[in-house]
């Protein structure tokens, strides 16, 4: 079956950045789009940006532009998000989700960003 | 960006009777092409969003046809037509017609 699986948990200091992954399987990774979500405390959900697996291509939500790249490895099917410049409000819990459909989602990564 | 306003923010319910959410588009969702990307998605606590619904009213495999989508251009609704309880949670609706994807603020189910 179509299945998304995020790397696990991290915590991270202000100005560092942190790295998540997501390995799909169950599919062509290249035919599908990849985008990222990620969603605060009690808050609701906030789009990140999007890749493509074939070109490599990738564009962020403005908000995010500068410190967000959208990486990712064919050979083992796995997409990556990393974010720079950390601050407390990026404290969140990030999902990947295929597209352009947003179907399936993966488990979400926790990302704790604390002094 | 294309602001959707899902009312109301929270729905309490009672098991077996039906239940509505409405979400608003700040501009129309119909694409150049005639489709409409309105998508609904359902989060139960302490899980990932799972869709339910994509472009306006066609179901996801597995999903209780008790859930139905329907509306067109700016106004939106997802209907429960007998909640159960397996159903709580909250509901976002979502945009893929514009640059960039937005979501609702969310709808709470609570029983």
């Known amino acids: 079956q179509v299945q998304l699986v995020q790397s696990g948990g991290e915590v991270k200091k202000p100005g560092a950045s942190v790295k998540v992954s997501c390995k799909a399987s169950?599919?062509?990774?290249?035919?599908?789009?990849i985008n990222w979500v990620r969603q605060t405390a009690g808050q609701g959900l906030e789009w990140m940006g999007w890749?493509?697996?074939?070109?490599?291509?990738?564009n962020s939500a403005e908000k995010f532009q500068g410190r967000v790249t959208m990486t990712r490895n064919t050979s083992i099917t796995t997409a990556y998000l990393e974010l720079s410049s950390l601050t407390s409000e990026d404290t969140a819990v990030y999902y990947c989700?295929?597209?352009?459909?947003?179907?399936?989602w993966g488990q979400g990564t926790q990302v704790t960003v604390s002094s | 960006d294309v602001v959707l306003t899902q009312s109301p923010l929270s729905l309490p319910v009672t098991l077996g009777q039906p239940a509505s959410v409405s979400c608003r588009s700040s501009?129309?969702?119909?694409?150049?092409?005639?489709?409409?990307?309105l998508y609904w998605f359902h989060q139960r606590p302490g899980q990932s969003p799972r869709r339910l619904i994509y472009?306006?009213?066609n179901r996801d495999s597995g999903v209780p046809d008790r859930f139905s989508g329907s509306g067109s251009g700016t106004d939106f609704t997802l209907q429960i037509s007998r909640v159960e309880a397996e159903d709580i949670g909250i509901y976002y609706c979502?945009?893929?017609?514009?640059?960039?994807?937005?979501f609702g603020q969310g709808t709470k189910l609570e029983i």
């Open positions: 989700t295929r597209g352009p459909g947003f179907d399936p």
């Open positions: 169950g599919y062509a990774f290249h035919s599908y789009d």
């Open positions: 890749m493509n697996p074939d070109s490599g291509n990738a």
């Open positions: 501009q129309s969702l119909v694409h150049s092409g005639g489709k409409t990307f």
């Open positions: 472009k306006v009213s």
């Open positions: 979502m945009q893929g017609t514009h640059w960039p994807p937005t």
